[in-house]
C-alpha cells in the first residue's frame, strides 16, 4: 500500500503565495519522480511540475518563473512553491510519484493523491 498525502491548499488572493505539500509513505522501494498536476472545472488534468530523484525539474509554460518544485528525497516529500498566483491557477492539485514497491518489478508506476483545491480570488 502506497499513500500519498498533500496539504498547504486554500484560498489566496491574485498575486498571492501557497505552498503545496506531499509526502508519499508505506511499501515504497524507490521513487523514480515525484510531481504536480492541476485540473480546472470543465478542462483535463494538466502537468504542473514534476522533480526526478536526481534533481532534474520540468514545468508547464503557464507556471515558468511563478512556481518552483522541490523534493526532500528522505522524507519522500515532493513540494510547489506557487507564488504571484493568478485566478486560472485556481484548481484542483493533485500529487503523483511514479516508484516502485518492490526492488523486483520491471517498471515504475504511477500514485495519485486525493488532491487538494487551491482557489484564487478577490
Known amino acids: 500500500q502506497v499513500q500519498l498525502v498533500e496539504s498547504g491548499g486554500g484560498l489566496v488572493q491574485p498575486g498571492g503565495s501557497l505552498r503545496l505539500s506531499c509526502a508519499a509513505s508505506?511499501?515504497?522501494?524507490?521513487?523514480?519522480?515525484m510531481g504536480w498536476y492541476r485540473q480546472a472545472p470543465g478542462k483535463e488534468r494538466e502537468l504542473v511540475a514534476t522533480?526526478?530523484?536526481?534533481?532534474?525539474?520540468n514545468y508547464a509554460d503557464s507556471v515558468k518563473g511563478r512556481f518552483a518544485i522541490s523534493r526532500d528525497n528522505a522524507k519522500n516529500t515532493v513540494y510547489l512553491q506557487m507564488n504571484t498566483l493568478k485566478p486560472e491557477d485556481t484548481a484542483v492539485y493533485t500529487c503523483?510519484?511514479?516508484?516502485?514497491?518492490?526492488?523486483?518489478?520491471?517498471?515504475?508506476?504511477?500514485?495519485w493523491g486525493q488532491g487538494t483545491q487551491v482557489t484564487v480570488s478577490s
Open positions: 508505506g511499501s515504497i522501494f524507490s521513487i523514480n519522480a
Open positions: 503523483n510519484a511514479r516508484l516502485k514497491t518492490h526492488r523486483y518489478l520491471s517498471d515504475y508506476l504511477d500514485y
Open positions: 522533480i526526478t530523484t536526481g534533481g532534474s525539474t
